[in-house]
Structures are given as structure tokens and as C-alpha cells.
């Protein structure tokens, strides 16, 4: 079992920048990939940044350019740094580790909210 804690939500003006933190505990040596999804009101949950073992990224179309995924394995941190951030950025951001067996685990969400 592995528990999940984000920070680094808040709400910022349009342009401004976040960095959210995952930090995870527990049985983190079966982790491989980590990811960060978002959840706008209204609207389902979507991939936003995912980072593999090795350190290969995948972004969402919608963030190329502007959201940078990293992680720190010897913290057990994945981070998101988002940039520019537009009114649309605005959502629950929630953090997600995979194993090589077993469903995937959750953080509690962080709010994103980018006022314009």
C-alpha cells in the first residue's frame, strides 16, 4: 500500500505559475510510473503528465509547452511544474502511481484555480 499526499495548489492570477508536490510513502519500491491527472467541475478526469521509471514523459496535447513533470526518486516526490497557466488549468489536481501489478493509487486531489 502506498499513501499519497500532494501540495502546491492554491489560486494564482492567469500567467502565474504552481508547482505541486506528490509525495508518497509506504511501499514505494513497487512503484514504476507516476502521473499527474486533473478534474475540472463538470468534466472527467484526464491525463495531464506522466513520467515512467526511466524518466520518459508523456503530456497531454493541452499542456506541451507549458507543464513540466519531473520526479525525485530518492524523495519519492513527482513534481508538476505548470507555467502560464490560463483560466482553463483550473481543476482538482490528483497524483497517480503505477505498479507492474495491481491498480494504480490515488492522492486526495490539490486544487488548481487560476482566476483571470
Known amino acids: 500500500q502506498v499513501q499519497l499526499v500532494e501540495s502546491g495548489g492554491g489560486l494564482v492570477q492567469a500567467g502565474g505559475s504552481l508547482r505541486l508536490s506528490c509525495v508518497a510513502s509506504?511501499?514505494?519500491?513497487?512503484?514504476?510510473?507516476m502521473g499527474w491527472y486533473r478534474q475540472a467541475f463538470g468534466k472527467q478526469r484526464e491525463l495531464v503528465a506522466h513520467?515512467?521509471?526511466?524518466?520518459?514523459?508523456v503530456y497531454a496535447d493541452s499542456v506541451k509547452g507549458q507543464f513540466t513533470i519531473s520526479r525525485d526518486n530518492a524523495k519519492n516526490t513527482v513534481y508538476l511544474q505548470m507555467t502560464s497557466l490560463k483560466s482553463e488549468d483550473t481543476a482538482v489536481y490528483y497524483c497517480?502511481?503505477?505498479?507492474?501489478?495491481?491498480?494504480?493509487?490515488w492522492g486526495q486531489g490539490t486544487q488548481v484555480t487560476v482566476s483571470s
Open positions: 497517480n502511481v503505477e505498479y507492474e501489478i495491481g491498480y494504480p493509487d
Open positions: 509506504g511501499h514505494t519500491s513497487s512503484i514504476t510510473a
Open positions: 513520467i515512467g521509471s526511466g524518466g520518459s514523459t
